[in-house]
């Protein structure tokens, strides 16, 4: 079945970066694409990231274009995001999933942006 495991998370002043990873098992890697999402407290999870199967494309979130960074290495099972100029409204927990077809969430990783 379908497991992934987010890690890297943790607290960071405003300003400051983060890479988190994402392990993925149970499917074949290379022919998903693989997605990075959100959620702040009150609030649903929001799609914040998104790569192709191949690495070659990706798009963001309007809210974190220009300052985060997904990569992934097909090879290794892995999807990366990075994280720089970490604002505090980026708190949040963060998980992976791949799309379409995204399986069960994993426990995500938590990240809190505060002085």
């Known amino acids: 079945q379908v497991q992934l495991v987010e890690s890297g998370g943790g607290l960071v002043q405003p300003g400051g970066s983060l890479r988190l990873s994402c392990a993925a098992s149970?499917?074949?890697?290379?022919?998903?694409?693989m997605r990075w999402y959100r959620q702040a407290p009150g609030k649903e999870r929001e799609l914040v990231a998104h790569?192709?199967?191949?690495?070659?494309?990706?798009n963001y979130a309007d809210s974190v274009k220009g300052r985060f960074t997904i990569s992934r290495d097909n090879a290794k099972n892995m999807v990366y995001l990075q994280m720089n100029s970490l604002k505090p409204e980026d708190t949040a927990v963060y998980y992976c999933?791949?799309?379409?077809?995204?399986?069960?969430w994993g426990q995500g990783t938590q990240v809190t942006v505060s002085s």
């Open positions: 999933n791949r799309f379409p077809s995204p399986g069960s």
């Open positions: 149970g499917f074949t890697f290379s022919m998903y694409f």
């Open positions: 790569i192709t199967n191949g690495g070659g494309s990706t």
